[in-house]
């Protein structure tokens, strides 16, 4: 039983624990509630469910909610572009495989660029771009900006004021995130703490890249840049901080840095926008309508374990509300296990 596309995390899953006959078919239908959709570090047990043929063949594996990792969410690529990043192939290279690899749209993630030097500017706004592939082209194509000083802080006050504002597409309930990747210690450098403060206030989760390219090239000691770079980065430092040895080397960690980013969501910003089948367990119960040739499966984790019922006939599913049922419940707590039939 596995579903195609999704990272499953299969451990524990339980499949089994529900199984009823399917007349029709003269085979039965199987559900593995605790069956997991991995997002980053979090698995989620969304549920999922698997048609069985009278040959005990599986037919055709469902998970009505599994969901895109990661899906709503701003993120904001602060870029030093300084004359000392050199050269500048491997950067566009990264840019193009971050941005490839999130799901970018205007209900999902949003992708802004800035780039800064001795300013800060706009490559692209976080609702520039409806699908991935416009973002990921423009991307690795974005030039070098250049600039004689590296004023980070101003870079980071930018994109907070500016990038993730409502004017130039930010979302109020997105999930914030900013990912600051320069060269060098900063010339603005007393105005860090307070930039940084700004963030935490903000709810912008951050994560910082040194790039130690030309300080190896030049064989300086890396101790401040490390040291300056780990402080932009959100706690705990481990899982925000990346160093790399050179430009070329950034490519390496975009896969990484993609799940760590996708990862946030579930544990960062548990709101009702984001948090509503990521625990459904559907295929906690399950039944049989055969005169109308529909299948209800019970999701008693939906909603902050509120629960829900999965409507599925040959040609569409249906997840109910919450408050489709919020007339009907006794239990006014939310915690009422709707979804076992
Ligand atoms: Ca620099």
């Not at 069956?35 to 599986?58: E, H, V």
């Not at 010339?187 to 206030?201: G, M, Q, T, V, Y």
């Not at 009907?328 to 296990?337: A, E, G, K, M, P």
């Amino acid at each position: 039983m596995t579903i195609p596309n999704v990272t499953e995390y299969k451990q524990d899953m339980n499949a089994g624990s529900t199984l009823i006959r399917n007349d029709k078919t003269g085979g039965f239908l199987t559900c593995a509630p605790l069956w997991a959709q991995k997002c980053g570090t979090m698995n989620y047990p969304r549920g999922l469910c698997a048609d069985i043929n009278s040959n005990f063949k599986i037919s055709k594996a469902f998970s009505p909610a599994v969901q895109r990792c990661g899906s709503y969410m701003d993120l904001v690529i602060v870029l030093d572009g300084s004359n000392s990043i050199w050269p500048w192939g491997p950067v566009q290279d990264f840019l193009k495989k971050l941005t490839g690899s999130l799901d970018i749209g205007p209900k999902k993630t949003q992708v802004s660029i800035v780039q800064y030097g001795e300013d800060a500017r706009f490559e692209f706004k976080l609702n520039a771009f409806k699908t991935t592939a416009e973002a990921e082209q423009f991307a690795e194509n974005i030039k070098q900006k250049q600039g004689r000083e590296t004023n980070t802080a101003q870079g980071i006050n930018f994109a907070r004021e500016n990038a993730f504002s409502p004017q130039n597409g930010g979302r109020p309930k997105a999930t914030k995130v900013m990912v600051v990747v320069t060269d060098g210690e900063s010339h603005d450098r007393a105005k860090l703490p307070e930039a940084i403060l700004e963030c935490e206030k903000e709810r912008i989760v951050r994560f910082g890249i040194a790039v130690l390219g030309y300080y190896n090239r030049e064989q300086i000691n890396p101790e401040n840049l490390i040291k300056e770079i780990k402080s932009i980065a959100s706690d705990p430092k481990e899982k925000h901080f990346f160093n790399v040895s050179s430009e070329a080397a950034l490519i390496e960690i975009a896969s990484t840095l993609k799940e760590r980013i996708i990862g946030i969501e579930g544990t960062s910003n548990k709101n009702e926008d984001n948090f509503l089948l990521e625990m459904a367990q559907v295929g906690f119960s399950a039944h049989f309508v055969p005169s109308q040739d529909v299948l209800m499966l019970g999701a008693v984790g939906a909603y902050d374990w509120a629960g829900t019922t999965v409507h599925k006939s040959s040609d569409k599913i249906t997840i109910f509300e919450k408050k489709v049922f919020q007339d009907i419940l006794q239990d006014r707590n939310d915690s009422s296990y709707l979804g076992k039939l």
